[in-house]
């Protein structure tokens, strides 16, 4: 079991010693800085993703005194230039490696697929990226451990987002620099300034390891660390090699420290995928699903399917096949129903009469910690989890 396994279970053992930074409270450390969801077999179902106006929980704006100062703005250097390549070899300037444990966000679109390597995110955090013209903007917020991709729009225009350095329910806050309007990453929505209400058009993406994602996507680009890729501060780097949040996320701490009401319902900082719909919030823990192999369920009136790979990465489907909701099993590394066995970070059948076919995303954000989906969820129930009652929920 390698250490990107471990750390999705609870994420363990990962080190310690090493100093938080970045939106943890001070610039971070830099090395050598110079100046400067288709669904081929019914129609694709969606819950919030779509763009339009806020309708959560939450009162916006946002009041200034729930925001939290973590660093300067653009400390943290958003990339504003992506480079891709096969894989890292080749380029000198990177003093780094790419290994198939690392993890990495995956994004499929309009015909192209990328890796987002974590070891690049946890120092610059947000990616704005073009998808053959179409503007896309990849975040992840290593305090959360969320991934969140979406149309890179601010007032219908392109825009590029950056990191304000504040935080709100210790999530990373962006702007975006159209308005300097403030967004919530896991909302994805502006919570102050002129766009406030305004939420962005929600992509899917998936969380893996590099391994596993260039075996599903063979033909993947992979991100390539500054200072090949370009931030918004000009010619960056960072140690990529060096996981600045390891002893953060072995911990049971929670952010900077302002989560005084945190749900303690699991550990705080145990790997989530939560579903939504209909009104009912549903967090499935990922050693609840390994010890499952394959969770056929129901959420509001949604028929989803829930399942985990043999390296740890959690998956969520709608599970309707031609319109009819189908109860899937688990084969080895494959899911299986209606005739046709499934790839498991795709979602995508492999053959019987439905090859081709692509199941529909049932989770509009990535797996994320706990405590970040109950902060945003605050009446999530919890897949495998007795309640108040003694009944499962």
């Known amino acids: 079991m390698d250490s990107t396994t471990n750390r999705r279970r609870v994420l ?43 309708s959560g929980p939450f009162e916006l704006p946002v009041p200034e005194d729930e925001l939290r100062r973590g660093a300067s703005k653009d400390a943290i250097p958003a990339i504003t230039a992506p480079v891709f390549a096969a894989d890292w070899s080749g380029f000198g300037e990177v003093d780094a490696t790419l290994d198939d444990g690392d993890e990495v966000v995956g994004v499929e679109l309009d015909g192209i697929a990328r890796a987002y390597p974590l070891a690049v ?23 959360c451990g969320s991934a969140v991709v979406a149309d890179r729009l601010a007032g219908g225009e392109p825009t590029y987002f950056g990191v304000s350095g504040l935080l709100w329910m210790s999530d990373l806050v962006m702007y975006d620099d159209r308005t300097n309007s403030l967004w919530s990453q896991v909302l994805a929505t502006a919570i102050r300034g002129e766009l406030t209400g305004e939420t962005l058009s929600l992509l899917p993406s998936t969380s893996s390891t590099w391994g596993e994602w ?24 960072r140690q990529y090699d060096v996981n600045p949040y390891a002893s953060y996320q072995q911990s049971s701490a929670i952010g900077i420290g302002f989560n005084d009401a945190a749900d303690d319902r699991l ?82 059948a492999l053959d019987g009469p439905h090859e081709g076919s692509v199941l529909t995303r049932a989770n509009d954000r990535s797996p994320m910690f706990w405590f970040a989906w109950a902060d945003f ?17």
């Open 214 to 237: 260039r075996a599903a996507h063979p033909e993947t680009e992979v991100l390539v660390p500054p200072p090949v890729s370009g931030t918004i501060r000009g010619r960056q780097t």
């Open 12 to 54: 363990a053992a990962l080190g310690a010693g090493v100093a938080l930074s970045g939106c943890l409270g001070s610039d971070p450390p830099v090395a050598g800085d110079d100046a400067g969801a288709d669904d081929a077999s019914e129609p694709a179902e969606t819950t919030d993703s779509t763009a339009g106006e806020y």
């Open 121 to 143: 995110l946890n120092w610059h955090e947000i990616v704005n990226d073009d998808f053959d013209g179409r503007p896309v903007v990849v975040t992840y917020c290593p305090l």
């Open 377 to 393: 969820n605050p009446e999530t129930e919890i897949y495998g989890v007795k309640n108040a009652t003694g009944e499962e929920e």
């Open 267 to 348: 550990h705080p900082k145990t790997s989530v995928v939560g579903v939504a719909a209909d009104g009912v919030a549903r967090a499935y823990p990922l050693d609840a699903v390994e010890r499952a192999g394959v969770v056929n369920d129901t959420v509001g009136d949604l028929p989803v399917v829930v399942a985990a790979s043999a390296e740890g990465s959690l998956v969520a489907y709608v599970r309707r096949v031609d319109g009819e909701a189908v109860a899937f099993e688990r084969d080895g590394s494959v899911l299986v129903a209606a005739g046709s066995r499934w790839n498991l970070l795709t979602g995508r």
